[in-house]
């Protein structure tokens, strides 16, 4: 059994353990307001871009164009959002088994980390690493995206890679967050908005075609990735600020059972004492 000191001493280490989860739970819950509300504000305008292209690429027969067609490149691309710190809960680990889970070969795979965890997991693993962008998910700005996307075309453009993916924690709610691995090139249209479509006149494009595409699909995908970028910061926020919270709650559950074991482990005490006493007492 566990003396009194040491009992002591352990509940002392988890309660300033506690004040430290207590910290970073009110840090997180100032911090997902700001960045929930930053995320609800974007979503509805990156909904109707998707849509909007969407539709448009429905209603546009059919184009012979390198951002809808496949590129003959195995490779794929896939761009990593994870955060640059952990004590999230299963945030990053549930984004890492979306790009593990997919079925995409890991030979093939060209990441595009944007965060730490998930570029030091799959470094350890020996995945090719084609850059990082620690900087971006801390304060995610539209430039940041549009950096990103320049890159990941380029490789795409030059036949590198024949696939693009996204693969990032979507925002729900303040308690939901859900792991998605979405295609964002070659774009593929959804078949509601192809039956839609199939009502309506084809679209007319002015300049041409091509020349249209080249610059509504990088803007596209810039949107669509900037979105992804504030839903993943508001997600980390909100998974830190759960998993502080059930630290703090075991914390404190685990100090109720040391202080019982301790006020036990004293009540013990002053009976063996009291024991020893009487002892003396009558041998005398």
Known sequence: MASMRDIKRRRNSIASTQQITKAMKLVSTVKLQKTKARAERSKPYFDKMYRTV?????????????????????????????????????????????????GLKAEDLVLFAVGNKGKEYFQRRNYRIENEYHEAIENPIFSDAKEICDDVLRLYLSGEVGEIYLAYTYFKNTVVHEPQLLK????????????????????????????????????????????????????????????????????????????LQYNRARQGSITQELTEIIAGANAV
């Open 54 to 102: 969407a539709s448009m690429l429905a209603r546009s027969g059919t184009i012979s164009h390198p951002y809808l067609n496949p590129q003959p490149s195995a490779k794929k691309a896939v761009i990593l959002i994870t955060s640059n710190r952990g004590l999230a809960g299963g945030y990053n680990s549930n984004v890492i088994k979306t790009v593990t889970g997919s």
């Open 184 to 259: 964002l090139l070659p774009v593929e249209v959804p078949e509601e908005d192809i039956e839609s479509a199939r009502s309506n006149t084809l679209m007319n494009y002015e300049p041409r075609e091509e020349e249209a595409l080249e610059i509504i699909i990088p803007k596209y995908m810039t949107s669509i990735l900037y979105g992804a970028l504030v839903e993943a910061v508001a997600s980390e926020n909100g998974a830190r600020m759960q998993a502080m919270d059930s630290a703090t709650s075991n914390a404190e559950e685990m100090i109720g059972k040391l202080t």
